[in-house]
Nanobody
Framework: QVQLVESGGGLVQAGGSLNLSCLAS????????MGWFRQAPGKEREFVAF????????NYADSVKGRFTISRYSAKDAIYLQMNNLKPEDTAVYYC??????????????WGQGTQVTVSS
């Protein structure tokens, strides 16, 4: 049974930082390219970042470039999202995406339950 469990969300003031974690199980996610999405109230779920299975390829949404950093620790089938200089518009539920086997990213196959990030102004 595939499980993706996010943690690390919370309430933070603008300019603050949070580090999200996603622990994956049920498959060998070390060979999967994985990512993060987010969904704000009343909006569609949107892409935030992905990291290839080799960690060589990382891609970010323009809105978070230079502020967010995605990383992974394959030995634990875990990915992380370090979020710095947070803005109120970053407020959303953040979802871990299990992605796809290989170096290419094909989102939407596996999702976590989400973790709430709230940034106050």
């Amino acid at each position: 049974q595939v499980q993706l469990v996010e943690s690390g969300g919370g309430l933070v003031q603008a300019g603050g930082s949070l580090n999200l974690s996603c622990l994956a199980s049920g498959k060998d996610f070390s060979i999967y390219t994985m990512g993060w999405f987010r969904q704000a109230p009343g909006k569609e779920r949107e892409f935030v970042a992905f990291i290839s299975r080799s960690s060589f390829i990382k891609n970010y949404a323009d809105s978070v470039k230079g502020r967010f950093t995605i990383s992974r620790y394959s030995a634990k089938d875990a990915i992380y999202l370090q979020m710095n200089n947070l803005k109120p518009e970053d407020t959303a539920v953040y979802y871990c995406d299990g992605g796809s086997n290989g170096e290419s990213y094909r989102p939407g196959n596996y999702w976590g339950q989400g973790t709430q990030v709230t940034v106050s102004s």
